[in-house]
């Protein structure tokens, strides 16, 4: 997962797409668990989200 990824929660009914913005960072009292800076392009709204939640549906790394 990496910025400019296109991603979907694969945890919700309806998931919309976001934007991977940042890097993952740890996070959690041990740090073993990582989220991400996201852009929901639905939404228009900047959240930080668990990694494990999200299925990228578009690597940019692809197309480079």
Sequence with gaps: MNP????RMSVSRDPGVGLILEEP??????????R??????DEDEVCFE???????????????
């Design 25 to 34: 960072v740890p996070c959690g009292p041990h740090g073993n668990r990582e």
């Design 36 to 41: 991400v800076k996201l852009l929901w392009l």
């Design 50 to 64: 668990r990694v494990d939640w999200l299925e990228v549906i578009n690597d940019r790394r692809k197309n480079d």
């Design 4 to 7: 400019g990824d296109l991603v």
